[in-house]
């Protein structure tokens, strides 16, 4: 399975199983199984680069199993053919989300106008505050 220009995945990282689904389909659902359980073992090797597999099982979320292998369920469609080219389109996009290597966070200073504006709010908090409770002169 072609990822992209670098990386191709072994089919036989690939497992699927199919199973019968819900939804469309009407009767056919009860006798046909068009559901497609893809299985891809990310811990094997897979080419994939190493410091992508831990991202690709954060990404993943609970399709993750505690084993590293990565779950993929596609039964929208009412035929086998097509489930199944929607769960490896489904991978393929975790996959390559995985890849893109996030922006670095590069820390900002407050402006001064903020500041400044920040510091006028806690005094005008704190001069309503200071208005409540007892009246002035009041002794005790």
Known sequence: MR???????????????????DGP???NV???ASAVELRFDVRADTGLPHWAVPRLLRLAGQK???EG??????????DQ??????????????ILRALERPKRRVPTRPTLGS??????????????????????GDGG
Not at 3 to 21: K, Y
């Open 30 to 32: 009860n006798k046909v």
């Open 69 to 78: 292998v990565i779950v993929i369920q596609a039964k929208e469609h009412r």
């Open 81 to 94: 053919p097509r489930n199944r080219e929607a769960a490896r389109e489904r991978l393929k996009a975790l």
């Open 115 to 136: 500041k400044r504006r920040r510091i006028e709010t806690k005094k005008k908090r704190g001069a309503v505050k200071s208005l409540r409770g007892k009246p002035p």
């Open 3 to 21: 990822i992209n220009d670098e990386i191709v995945i072994d089919e036989a990282a690939l497992e699927e199983r199919f199973v019968r689904a």
């Open 25 to 27: 389909g009407g009767q």
């Open 64 to 66: 993750a199993t505690k």
